[in-house]
Nanobody, 115 residues
Framework: QVQLVESGGGLVQAGGSLRLSCASS????????MGWYRQAPGNEREFVAR???????NYGDSVRGRFTISRDNAKNTVYLQMNSLKPEDTAVYYC?????????WGQGTQVTVSS
């Protein structure tokens, strides 16, 4: 069974930073891709970032250059460092892990950026 638990969300002023964490348990290992999506009210879920086996990273256009995804394989944890936050970054952020062609999701963590 796969479990993903996000933490680190909160309220921050525009221009500030937050770091999200996603702790995985179960069958997830460094051999599986993990990443983040986000969803703002009334919007579709949007791709934010991912890290694949070997360490290659990909980012959505709206966060590239401001967000950094990283992974601590010893802790089975993925991080999302978010800098230069904007009000439009306000959303629920969901961690995912890809295992056997399926995506598993965490419960989400709220990020609110005030102007």
């Amino acid at each position: 069974q796969v479990q993903l638990v996000e933490s680190g969300g909160g309220l921050v002023q525009a221009g500030g930073s937050l770091r999200l964490s996603c702790a995985s348990s179960g069958s997830i290992s460094s051999g599986h891709a993990m990443g983040w999506y986000r969803q703002a009210p009334g919007n579709e879920r949007e791709f934010v970032a991912r890290i694949i086996p070997g360490g290659t990273t990909n980012y959505g256009d709206s966060v590239r250059g401001r967000f950094t995804i990283s992974r601590d394989n010893a802790k089975n944890t993925v991080y999302l460092q978010m800098n230069s936050l904007k009000p439009e970054d306000t959303a629920v952020y969901y961690c995912y892990a890809r295992l056997y062609s399926m995506n598993y999701w965490g419960q989400g963590t709220q990020v609110t950026v005030s102007s």
